[in-house]
């Protein structure tokens, strides 16, 4: 079992990566925005795999109601943000981004600005509902336990 603990960390990195490829877009590199972006991509990528594995399906089948539904409704907004974030991550080679630094600047505050709201959600809404529901544990030290 996952903890709230380290999602909202997890959390709190992909946000400080995402920060910072935001404050380079102008300046950077196309090649230094390149790897922020693949090592954004790959922390995102491992922490939606814990929240595939070991949120949302637990959230769905223990949650009453209005958890369920609330989850399904992230889960279809947040399907829709993840193929934005693969175009993204798919289009913006080193390349293109010296191509056409102004459509990349453009490009990055749109999904960054969804991947910034996407994070309030789960830590605001989501997260606590799946602490109610005994989805998810408080702590990181509960989280072991209780996988022991």
């Known amino acids: 079992m996952v903890s709230v603990e380290r999602l909202i960390d997890e959390h709190a990195q992909i946000s400080a990566r995402a920060d910072a490829l935001m404050r380079a877009v102008a300046t950077a590199s196309p090649t230094m925005l390149r790897t922020m972006i693949v090592g954004l991509d790959t922390e995102l990528t491992a922490h939606l795999a814990t929240e595939d594995l070991e949120v949302y399906p637990h959230l769905l089948a223990k949650g009453d109601l ?6 399904e409704i992230a889960m279809g907004d947040f399907d829709q943000l993840a193929a934005e974030w693969r175009a993204y991550v798919n ?21 960054l600005s969804a991947l910034s709201a996407r994070v309030r959600i789960e830590n605001e809404i989501l997260y606590p509902l799946a602490l109610a529901s005994g989805t998810i544990t408080l702590r990181e030290a509960s989280a072991r336990v209780m996988a022991g």
């Open 66 to 71: 209005a958890q369920r539904e609330a989850a």
């Open 91 to 111: 289009e913006w080679t080193a390349d293109e981004i010296e191509s056409d630094r102004e459509l990349f600047i453009e490009a990055s505050k749109r999904v």
